[in-house]
Every structure is written in C-alpha cells, then in structure tokens.
C-alpha cells in the first residue's frame, strides 16, 4: 500500500488548509488511519485517527478546529484544519495501523505504514 499526502502549503494565522493522503492498494476498504505531524527535534505526535466504523479521534491541541474524513470511493483520507496556529506548523504524514483497532491508538509505533508526508507552515 502506498500512501501519498498532498496540500500542505504557507498560511496566515486563522487560516485554512486541506490535507488529502491518496492510497493504493488497500487490503481492507476502510483501514485504521491517522494523521501526525513532527517538527524538527521533536518526536511525531498524533494530530487525528479514524477507525473503520469512522469513530474520530483528536489531540486536544486541535480538536474543534480539525476535522479528519475519509473518501472510500476514492481512497482518500482528509484532514480539514481550521484557524490555523503557528504551532500547528510541521510536516503533517498520514499512517495505516491494523485495520480492526479500536481507540485512539495515538502512538506513532503502532502504524505500519507512512507516506512520505507534506509540509504546513502557519506564520504572519
């Protein structure tokens, strides 16, 4: 399975961006997934997962302004962030754990699989 994150980019503070990660080859329709992000000397954290009954969860730091989702038609899990932070700045990587967990499963070891990731820089 390949993972392939897309639309990071340079935003204003209070801006918007969207995340898209597109996926090849899945074994199962709807797979445990998340999106986390790592900023230079600090270790990966989890932003937001999704498991396959769609059930979400979110780090406090974002939760109310990010919104993860899925396209199963077209395999692809999303990551909506709203009024954006200079602290939400880093290289956002979305990630495939076993299909059938359930919680937050928030620990970075327990994804297999990572896209290469997509920069988000949030500066005035």
């Known amino acids: 399975v390949q993972l392939v994150e897309s639309g990071g980019g340079s935003v204003q503070p209070g801006g918007s961006l969207t995340l898209s990660c597109a996926a090849t080859g899945f074994t199962y329709s709807k797979p445990f997934m998340g999106w986390f992000r790592q900023t230079p000397g600090k270790e990966r954290e989890a932003v937001a997962t999704i498991n396959h009954d769609d059930a979400k969860n979110y780090a406090d730091s974002v939760k109310g302004r990010f919104t993860i989702s899925r396209d199963n038609a077209e395999n692809t899990l999303n990551l909506q962030m709203n009024n954006l932070k200079p602290e939400d700045t880093g290289m956002y990587y979305c990630?495939?754990?076993?299909?059938?967990?359930?919680?937050?499963?928030?620990?970075?070891?327990?994804?297999?699989?990572w896209g290469q990731g997509t920069q988000v820089t949030v500066s005035s």
């Open positions: 990630a495939e754990a076993f299909a059938m967990y359930e919680g937050r499963r928030f620990e970075a070891s327990e994804y297999f699989n």
